[in-house]
């Protein structure tokens, strides 16, 4: 990808959709909305009456154990489960939008990203005129080690995601490489939904997760199995689904990434720790926006960019 002078997007027009938490298992009504240019993506929670903004961005991450939650500094208002959706909105080439819910947690609809590709799609994007997107880029190799995780960014002319995964049977060991940019990745993985292990799920129950899921929004396996009887075993199905997490993850810096990840045994923590390190260090990026140079931000305000 060579071509950056491409204008920012939002949504045609409005559009509403409902589901169920995959964790809380309630009810959630969602409301997308066109939004201005530069704005980014917002939540709020209409069901909370003041300080219910939430940006979608990483600096607001609360939790990122199971799934990725965003809270706002001045309240306890929460969003859980964003990163589907959020994966559905950057592989849409979507810049700014305003997200209303009435509760605390983002449908899981099918488990993957194709129900929200869908309602999107329904309504079509539309662009800001002479607005352009901005992209992130990685000036040197930036390296996030936790537990079992290892996570590595590369400067690169394009985007590029390898992704392994190693889980026991009968997932194993899998690995993926995909890139050109988010919307090209997107379209590989978006299909892949949420998995989990059949022994974990009485532990998830207990912590008062898990309480929406089953076999139509999660692939479950036990006894070495998948026990789910529509199961699509596509090549690197699940490698492909901590991809789908990754893209949704890192929309959260609100910018367009040009690099090189390679990322081993990925997930919510190790995602939320690569961004951090990205801008703990003014070195490890540049900022570009077509007619702007590209030291346009300045470092105070490049965080919030």
Do not use: W
């Not at 990808?1 to 959709?17: A, D, R």
């Not at 994007?125 to 990685?138: A, V």
């Not at 998830?204 to 139509?216: E, F, I, S, T, V």
């Amino acid at each position: 990808m060579s071509n950056y002078n491409i204008l920012q997007k939002t949504i045609s027009k409005t559009v509403s959709f409902s589901g169920i938490g995959l964790h809380s298992g309630n009810l959630c009504n969602i409301t997308l909305k066109p939004s201005e240019a530069d704005t980014g993506i917002i939540f709020i929670r209409k069901d909370v009456k003041e300080n219910n903004v939430i940006p979608a961005d990483f600096r607001y991450i609360y939790k990122s154990k199971l799934c990725t939650t965003l809270k706002a500094y001045n309240s306890d208002a929460k969003i859980l489960t964003v990163e589907h959706l959020l994966a559905a909105i950057k592989g849409n080439s979507i810049d700014n939008l305003i997200i209303e819910v009435d509760s605390q947690e983002i449908p899981i609809l099918d488990g993957s990203a194709r129900g929200y590709d869908n309602i999107i799609k329904s309504v079509g994007t539309k662009e800001h005129i002479n607005k352009f997107k901005k992209y992130l880029f990685i000036n040197k190799k930036v390296i996030v080690e936790n537990e079992n995780s290892v996570f590595t960014l590369e400067p690169f002319n394009e985007l590029k995601i390898n992704c392994t995964v190693n889980f026991p049977d009968p997932i194993g060991k899998q690995t993926i490489s995909i890139g050109n940019n988010y919307e090209d990745i997107y379209k590989e993985v978006m299909d892949a939904k949420t998995f989990c292990f059949y022994e974990d799920i009485e532990i998830m129950q207990k912590n008062g997760l898990a309480r929406g899921g089953n076999l139509d929004n999660a692939i479950v396996i036990k006894d070495g199995k998948v026990i789910n009887s529509d199961f699509d075993n596509s090549n690197n199905y699940f490698a492909k689904h901590k991809t789908l997490d990754v893209v949704g993850d890192l929309s959260l810096m609100g910018l367009n990434l040009i690099g090189n990840i390679s990322v081993y045994y990925p997930g919510h923590e190790i995602n939320r720790l690569v961004m951090n390190k990205i801008f703990s260090d003014y070195s490890n990026f540049r900022i570009y926006q077509h007619n702007k140079s590209d030291n346009f931000i300045s470092t105070e305000s490049v965080l919030t960019a």
